[in-house]
């Protein structure tokens, strides 16, 4: 994305009232690998123009202090954005751990996804946490050991009682357990652990997860509710009410943020949730009666209710 795309979004935004309250509450760039975009800084620049939250999502993995991505990165602390990130166990030790260090002084909270295959590789990715933020040796951090302590605590006798079990289970194992915690000072760490999915050739994603192959992972969608929490904004200016990336394959989009009038988009979005919510009844009934997995007509996908 170039600065140019990024102010006529931002212009665009401005000018219809659903997106631009929902930009105040949070701006997220992501998808692909925002710090490698040359221009990042000055995009970032243009959405803080709409939002005082905005974040970038990054992997981390990046192989020294001295590389471009890293300046941007930390250019955008330093302009009060927030840098958040995805662990990858196979990198932490050389290229995240180092850096996510020097983060965690630069901005004042942090979130961390995990993405796990079995509830033992979840196990592994919440111990490397705590052995990172037992290291920094700082009182500031001990509410978030306390949460990771206990996250730990529970998995482990999930793991030990129950192995193969199922994703409510693993969701009682866990209890009342909040996902954040505030630090003194004003730190605010959150965790969040979503667990991954086969994803064919043709880029469509399995009905269950990995780590629950039991279960048919649900996604509920708000816009079928008529809420729009989050929209997601392809670089093509392609809008999507829910964290679809492109790789969920939704077809009915909320219209083209760069090619569309506010008009035609505010019309879309009407006609878009009508075909989202025909969609989801047919994908519910299609779980009741054995047909989990079709596709129905609308071009929703089959886990989405
Ligand atoms: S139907 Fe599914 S993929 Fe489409 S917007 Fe809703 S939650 Fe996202």
Redesign the pocket.
């Known amino acids: 994305m170039m600065p140019d795309t990024a102010r006529l979004m931002a212009e665009k935004i401005r000018s219809i009232v659903p997106l631009k309250d929902l930009a105040k509450k949070e701006i997220n760039l992501t998808g692909g690998e925002a710090s490698q975009n040359p221009h990042i800084v000055e995009i970032y620049k243009i959405f803080r123009t709409l939002s005082g939250n905005v974040r970038l999502h990054t992997n981390l993995d990046i192989s020294s202090e001295k590389s471009k991505r890293w300046e941007r990165l930390v250019e955008i602390t330093r302009l009060r954005g927030r840098i958040d990130i995805t662990l990858y166990p196979t990198v932490w030790e050389s290229r995240q751990q180092p850096l996510l260090r020097k983060i965690i002084q630069l901005q004042n909270g942090l979130i961390v996804n995990l993405i796990y295959e079995s509830l033992a590789d979840l196990l592994r990715q919440i111990n490397i946490l705590i052995d990172f933020f037992s290291d920094q040796d700082e009182k500031k951090f001990i509410p978030i050991l306390e949460l990771l302590d206990l996250f730990r605590d529970r998995l482990k006798t999930t793991i030990e009682t129950n192995p193969q079990c199922r994703e409510d289970d693993f969701l009682n194992g866990m209890g009342d357990l909040e996902n954040y915690v505030s630090c003194p000072g004003g730190f605010i760490f959150a965790v969040n652990a979503i667990p991954s999915f086969y994803v064919s050739p043709e880029g469509i994603r399995d009905m269950t997860s990995l780590p629950f192959p039991k279960d048919i992972y649900k996604?509920?969608?708000?816009?079928?509710r008529g809420v729009i929490e989050i929209m997601?904004v392809l670089q093509t200016g392609e809008m999507?009410?829910?964290?679809?990336v492109g790789n969920?394959?939704?077809?009915?989009k909320?219209g083209n943020l760069l090619a569309d009038s506010p008009e035609t988009i505010l019309q879309k979005f009407g006609e878009?949730q009508k075909l989202?919510a025909s969609?989801?009844s047919k994908n519910i009934e299609n779980m009741k009666t054995d047909k989990a997995g079709e596709w129905v007509e609308e071009g929703?996908?089959p886990?989405?209710v």
Do not use: H
């Not at 996604?219 to 079928?224: F, I, S």
């Not at 999507?240 to 679809?244: G, I, L, R, S, W």
């Not at 969920?248 to 009915?252: G, N, R, V």
């Open positions: 996604v509920e969608c708000t816009a079928v997601t999507t009410p829910c964290c679809d969920l394959k939704c077809k009915p909320f878009s989202m969609g989801a929703i996908p886990f989405c």
